[in-house]
């Protein structure tokens, strides 16, 4: 009779027991909702960028702007080498939504030239990284590469004109030695090699400042260009100009080459960045458009 006095009691117990696990598991329910408070503080993932595709390349250029840049395109008198010419050669990609390429080369009695357009979409794997400000270090990093010299001081149609005179006094020393060496007009090889080095224009030997390689302000989000002209000894010179310009998260760049097929004669700079330029303005407007 003394042992069932203490089941009420014992009742009684386990139900407190139980109620206090119930409040228990509430206020365990409580610190989970915490979690998604937290996660709401998480940082934004950076914008995207403006492209998300990239143009058919070896199209990109028309064909009127390939006969500007490849003059020796019009010689070709096979109708079937011809298309060939227009058409390109697509470069290599594993990847035709982050980067291709088109190459062309053309042969004429003058010279031979190459021209490469390659475009390349920047994507940042970094969240906190936009497509736009990855683009913007992958550019300045050729921009550096291309070892831009220091803008001088005063740059202007000063300065360039002061530049032919300096080149003409230490360019001409073969020709000049020439021309020492045999005084009388029966010696037609000094005199032809005179006309050549007097034919040429001043910055077939030094680029005026005005020419030099630079940055450009008025080409997509930022550009620079570079001129450089090879010294391949008793063999004809190439100048390869070349164009790189950012537009938002696509980074275009343009190499324009041109050998001469006469020794001693350079291709004209100005000629070679005025048509690389041009190209480079199609290209950002086709993007922007």
């Not at 020796?72 to 470069?91: F, N, P």
């Amino acid at each position: 009779m003394q042992r069932k006095a203490y089941v009420p009691g014992a009742a009684a117990l386990l139900v407190a027991l139980l109620a206090g696990c119930t409040s228990g598991s509430g206020s365990g329910g409580t610190t989970d909702d915490a979690n998604p408070g937290a996660a709401g503080t998480a940082t934004a993932a950076a914008q995207p960028g403006k492209y998300r595709t990239l143009p058919e390349p070896c199209g990109a250029v028309s064909q009127s702007t390939l006969d500007s840049l490849l003059p020796g395109i019009k010689q070709i008198t096979d109708a079937d080498q011809r298309e060939a010419a227009y058409a390109g050669e697509a470069t290599l990609t594993y990847d035709t939504d982050r980067k291709v390429g088109c190459r062309w080369k053309v042969e004429s009695t003058d010279a031979t030239d190459h021209l490469l357009v390659d475009f390349e979409r920047v994507v940042s794997y970094d969240n906190a990284v936009s497509d736009d400000s990855q683009a913007t270090t992958i550019f300045a990093t050729k921009e550096a590469a291309a070892d831009l010299p220091e803008p001088a001081a005063g740059t202007g149609a000063a300065s360039d004109s002061a530049t032919p005179s300096t080149s003409a006094s230490t360019t001409p020393t073969p020709s000049s030695s020439s021309s020492s060496s045999s005084s009388s007009s029966s010696s037609s090889s000094a005199s032809s090699s005179d006309s050549a080095s007097t034919s040429a224009s001043p910055s077939d030997s030094t680029t005026p400042t005005a020419l030099q390689p630079r940055t450009l302000s008025d080409l997509g989000d930022e550009a620079f260009l570079d001129d450089a002209l090879s010294s391949s000894g008793s063999t004809a010179k190439q100048r390869t100009v070349t164009v790189v310009f950012r537009t938002s998260n696509v980074i275009v760049t343009i190499e324009y080459e041109e050998q001469a097929a006469t020794v001693g004669v350079d291709p004209d700079s100005q000629k070679m960045q005025d048509r690389a330029r041009k190209l480079a303005a199609q290209l950002a407007d086709s993007l922007n458009g």
